[in-house]
């Protein structure tokens, strides 16, 4: 049975409805695993490399923060990133985003608050992404949350391997992954 490592956005966890989610649509033919990222990238693409590398991976999905981390992790099968902040330091660079936050989601560690200031911002700066053959990239073309992030995303992967939806703005939402006519669902039944 294949195996998809799911890695959520930003304030998120492992406990995101859209884990399941794709549970629901691709437990029949994928097992779903997902882990908890932080916003520290140097720590969190590490985590992701490893358990990839460990638990046998053969797709890594990400959206927003986690399609970021996804781009950058360097692993050895297919990754997709839907709606990934493709430029964390600026994306993230509001004053909302500031100061003593809380997951919108339970954690694996129980954490429910962490903080988060400007300059944290610095150390998304310099991480390169590692855009291999295998990388594919499915944006939104009404994404409210990080606006028209389309041409940055078109910029980073070939035309055959970049995609737009009118399905979803920037959280997945169960038409995307809809058996048949979901974009991510006909993305991912190719790829694995």
Request: proline share 6%; net charge negative.
């Amino acid at each position: 049975m294949k195996k998809i490592l799911y890695i959520h956005g930003f304030c998120s966890s492992a406990q995101t409805a859209t884990v399941g989610r794709l549970r629901e649509v691709f437990g029949d033919t994928c097992q779903v695993h997902a882990i908890d990222v932080n916003h520290h990238p140097a720590e969190s693409i590490g985590l992701i490399e490893a358990y990839v590398a460990e638990h046998g991976i053969d797709l890594l999905l990400g959206t927003s923060l986690g399609g970021y981390y996804t781009l950058c992790s360097r692993v050895a099968c297919p990754k997709v990133a839907v709606n990934p902040a493709t430029n964390p330091e600026v994306m993230l660079n509001h004053p909302e985003m500031f100061g003593h936050l809380r997951y919108f989601n339970p954690r694996q560690d129980g954490n429910w608050y962490f903080d988060f200031g400007p300059e944290n911002l610095l150390e998304f700066r310099g991480i390169p992404f590692d855009i291999t053959g295998d990388t594919y990239i499915l944006c939104s073309d009404h994404d409210e949350l990080l606006g028209d992030n389309r041409a940055a995303c078109r910029a980073l992967v070939p035309p055959e391997r970049y995609s737009e939806t009118s399905q979803v703005g920037h959280r997945m939402n169960p038409s995307i992954t809809e058996p048949g006519t979901g974009d991510l669902w006909c993305l991912l039944q190719r790829l694995l």
